[in-house]
């Protein structure tokens, strides 16, 4: 244990409360501003999500209650903001899983300018969201200038208007096109540290490439591909700029995810109340969502910090 | 030993070495050649989009909207020059200050929350730690009205300092955890041998663990600069007129028709320098987007 012998010399077991103060010192900053920053707007939206607040309509706000959460829960858009929400998130992730497990052992062997390859290979996830989103709307997705137009064509069969009759299929292939590379980095990660000793034994005894694989390997991976469906899915189900750009969450609100609708209701309805009382029913089911998954990761990040 | 306990300490031990070489016989030499194809292939696949926007980008409007994709074709300029027209300059400016100053001074408020948490270590770390990374959890969109209520009222809307203040909350974390986990890796004999010499805490800092952290500042520093430049969020909800290049980018929507090649030119240069900065931060990548959970 790396952090005992730390501990020993660095930390002396009791320490007087000014040398605690002296070592806290330095976090200070960072821990304050980030209290500010993060909590403070929670406790503000717990507020404002009680008061009827219209900025459009010129008058103050006023004291309302659980009223804006009424309309929430009434709300058949919201509904649909919380399932496009799911369908989207879900389905990226599995795509991503899937997808980069495959890139992630092709790029395990070794193969003449594999680093060249990678380097190339997780660019999509670099190039700025907005810049290529909007690129992916006309040259990719268009039914008549883009190129899965013309590879339907050339293949006969009749092109797809992605963004209008399919836009969520549209938006999870843009949006797993973008984070392949990430799933693909954290899975090279964990197949390069996977026990060769293991694996030499299990072909020893005359176990094939698949038996090595789903006894050996996939029991090994298995952390790394729960953190990085976390990371995943932390990331993806706060999708707002890919959304902007490639449907403005049309059509018929078809891709508005929850946080695209709070912008909706707060930008260009300016009903702060209720993009308030929607922020928090967010706050509710990300965790709602995210919790099993939170353990998981606490769990590793605990391990890591006792190292 | 638990699974998530041998997650870390493989990743590190292999992490630290340099590549095992690989025990021949288990791959024949038709699986090699596969592999590299299908390695090649997914690489070129996941790269294509990128390569096929730069090329689009020296294409003239009708050449890119032909139905046909053409490869072949009179390269024009023309977009380029027109991108610098059509006064990307302020935006630019603005993204280069909001990139520039925020991973600034995320390394300046890292580096000590890093040392607090592991050379020096305050008691309970991994309570600070995951405070830090469970903040990166929330959805921004939950806090958002009250930061604009507020940016309203001290006359921060539409500035670049809301978007460094911004962008500071959602890097801080990443630069905390990241510098962490590069300094945890200074071999602890340095450090107690400058503590035998007599060092206190600022000499050991400065002169001691500051010239080693030079790698680690440097690819927390384009990482969090990657992630700065390429925010939209914040840059839609609190600023308009004075604001990065992805709102300069959104301008291309309001014109009712999409122009391919235009959008193209200036995806091409917006993405160039993070593009860069990505490359050259790479090889701490995973443990940049993974918290420095793996090494």
């Known amino acids: 244990m790396a952090t005992k012998t730390r501990s020993a010399i660095t930390k002396p077991p009791l320490m007087p409360r000014a040398e605690r103060w002296k070592r806290r010192g330095p976090l200070l900053p960072a821990l304050v501003f980030t209290l500010l920053l993060t909590q403070i707007p929670f406790v503000f939206t717990l507020v404002f999500s009680t008061q009827r607040w219209l900025l459009l309509s010129g008058n103050d706000s006023e004291f309302r209650g659980v009223e804006n959460y009424v309309a929430v829960v009434q709300d058949e858009v919201f509904w649909k903001s919380v399932g496009n929400t799911i369908v989207m998130t879900v389905g990226t992730t599995l795509a991503c899983l899937v997808i980069g497990l495959l890139v992630a052992i092709f790029m395990n062997h070794s193969f003449p300018g594999r680093g060249i390859a990678r380097t190339l290979a997780i660019t999509p996830f670099f190039v700025m969201p907005v810049a290529v989103t909007l690129f992916w709307k006309s040259a990719m997705f268009d039914p008549s200038f883009g190129l899965f137009g013309f590879i339907a064509r050339s293949l006969g069969l009749p092109p797809v208007s992605w963004l209008s009759e399919h836009p969520m299929a549209a938006l999870i292939i843009l949006l797993t096109w973008r984070f392949v590379p990430f799933a693909m980095l954290i899975l090279v990660a964990g197949l390069q540290s996977a026990p060769q000793d293991q694996l030499e034994a299990a072909q020893m005894d005359g176990a094939g490439i698949w038996r090595r694989f789903t006894n050996v390997t996939l029991p090994h991976l298995r952390p790394f591909i729960e953190l990085a469906a976390l990371l995943l899915a932390m990331n993806l189900i706060q999708t707002f700029g890919e959304i902007a750009m490639l449907t403005a969450g049309g059509p018929a609100y078809g891709t508005t995810n929850i946080t695209y609708y709070i912008y909706l209701k707060a930008f260009n309805a300016f009903d702060f109340g209720m993009a308030s009382a929607l922020g928090i029913v967010s706050l509710i089911l990300t965790i709602a969502l995210i919790l099993p998954m939170l353990r998981l990761l606490s769990g590793i990040f605990r391990t890591e910090g006792r190292r | ?295």
């Not at chain 2, 309970?124 to 990166?136: A, G, R, V």
């Not at chain 2, 340095?190 to 000499?203: K, P």
């Not at chain 2, 604001?243 to 999409?258: D, I, R, V």
């Open chain 2, 1 to 295: 030993m638990t699974t998530t306990a041998s997650l870390n300490t493989r990743a590190v031990v292999t992490r630290n070495k340099t590549p095992q070489p690989r025990p021949r016989r288990t791959r024949g030499r038709a699986t090699r050649i596969t592999m590299g194809v299908l390695g090649w292939a997914s690489s070129l696949i996941l790269f294509f989009p990128v390569a096929y926007m730069v090329m689009k980008s020296f294409q003239t409007e009708t050449v890119a909207a032909s139905a046909t994709p053409q490869f072949f074709f009179v390269p024009t300029f023309e977009h380029y020059v027109e991108t610098f027209d059509q006064g990307i300059w302020p935006y630019a400016l603005n993204s280069v200050i909001v990139t520039g100053v925020s991973t600034l001074i995320v390394i300046a408020l890292a580096l000590p929350a890093a040392w607090a948490l592991s050379v020096r270590a305050i008691q309970n770390p991994q309570d600070s730690l995951f405070f830090f990374i469970s903040t990166k959890m929330m959805p921004i969109a939950a806090g958002i009205i009250p930061i604009y209520v507020v940016a309203t009222n001290l006359e921060l809307l539409n500035t670049t300092q809301i978007l460094i203040i911004m962008h500071l909350g959602m890097n801080l974390p990443l630069g905390i955890w990241m510098l962490r986990s590069f300094m945890q890796e200074i071999p602890l004999e340095i450090i107690e041998a400058a503590q035998v010499d007599g060092a206190g805490g600022w000499r050991i800092g400065w002169s001691v663990v500051l010239p080693l952290m030079r790698p680690g500042i440097a690819s927390t520093a384009l990482l969090c600069a990657v992630f700065s430049w390429n925010e939209y969020f914040f840059a839609a909800n609190l600023t308009n007129s004075n604001s990065t290049l992805p709102l300069f980018l959104q301008k291309f929507l309001s014109f009712g028709e999409l122009y391919t090649a235009q959008v193209a030119a200036v995806a091409t240069i917006v993405s160039i320098p993070v593009v860069i900065a990505g490359w050259i931060a790479q090889k701490s990548l995973v443990r940049g987007l993974l918290f420095g959970a793996v090494k």
